[in-house]
């Protein structure tokens, strides 16, 4: 699976929008590129995928370039409740899931 | 609530002892998963279950530890011998299909004394 980069650590205003980056410049054509966040003493939590063309959710939208080297996840109305690590993964084929150290998102009032 | 069980919520042991967790995956699904997280890092992947067979091992997964299914339901996570390295949060999730999303428990907490 491919490595996936992603920035230590991030803050957003309450109200906003929260875009998150990463960077997944080895992907292969067939990965998927999938979203996780963990909200402190709780498990990961799905919230989105996709391939090649942008998706949106009730949680979030996924934008990927039409390269796939990056994407961006975008909470459009960050809450308090969204501060949380986030974890960009990318997967084909495979049942496990690999995880590298994510964003820590720091929503603020 | 249907979502992923896992007990205890917390362990504390003292080195040497044996320990074992068990998950609960949500019914339907078929496949079942063990992660370990520490302090900062992202959960590592374990091992895996379709139903009641073990399809692959983290070479994470020395041989103190060992996971079962035996009815393809709930699922164990035994570690033997344990040591002060084994404190961690250890995840479990389930899913229906290999493509699907994988929906995680709330994690048992072991520490080690």
């Known amino acids: 699976d491919a490595k996936t980069t992603q920035p230590p650590s991030m803050d957003c205003a309450e109200g906003r929008a929260a875009n998150l980056p990463c960077n997944h410049s080895?992907?292969?054509?067939?990965?998927?590129v999938y979203w996780y966040r963990q909200i402190h003493s709780q498990g990961p939590q799905y919230i989105i995928h996709g391939l090649k063309n942008n998706e949106t959710n009730e949680m979030a939208s996924l934008i990927i370039t039409e390269d796939r080297k990056s994407s961006t996840l975008i909470l459009p109305h960050a809450t308090l409740r969204d501060t949380a690590v986030y974890y960009c993964?990318?997967?084909?084929?495979?049942?496990?899931?690999?995880f590298g150290t994510g964003t820590r998102l720091q929503v603020f009032p | 609530d249907t979502g992923v069980s896992q007990d205890p919520r917390h362990k504390i042991t003292k080195r040497g002892q044996n320990v074992t967790f068990r998950c609960d995956p949500i019914?339907?699904?078929?496949?079942l998963y063990w992660y370990r997280q520490t302090l900062g890092q992202g959960p590592e992947f374990l091992t895996y279950?379709?139903?009641?067979?073990?399809?692959?091992k983290s070479r994470l997964l020395s041989d103190r530890f060992s996971a079962e299914r035996p009815k393809g339901s709930f699922s164990t996570l035994e570690i033997q011998r344990t040591e002060q390295g084994d404190s961690a949060m250890y995840l479990c999730?389930?899913?229906?299909?290999?493509?699907?999303?994988?929906?995680f428990g709330p994690g048992t907490r072991l520490t080690v004394l």
């Open positions: 993964i990318v997967r084909y084929n495979t049942d496990k899931l690999i």
């Open positions: 999730a389930s899913s229906l299909a290999r493509a699907n999303e994988q929906f």
């Open positions: 080895t992907i292969s054509g067939n990965e998927y």
């Open positions: 279950f379709q139903n009641e067979a073990q399809l692959e």
């Open positions: 019914s339907e699904h078929n496949r």
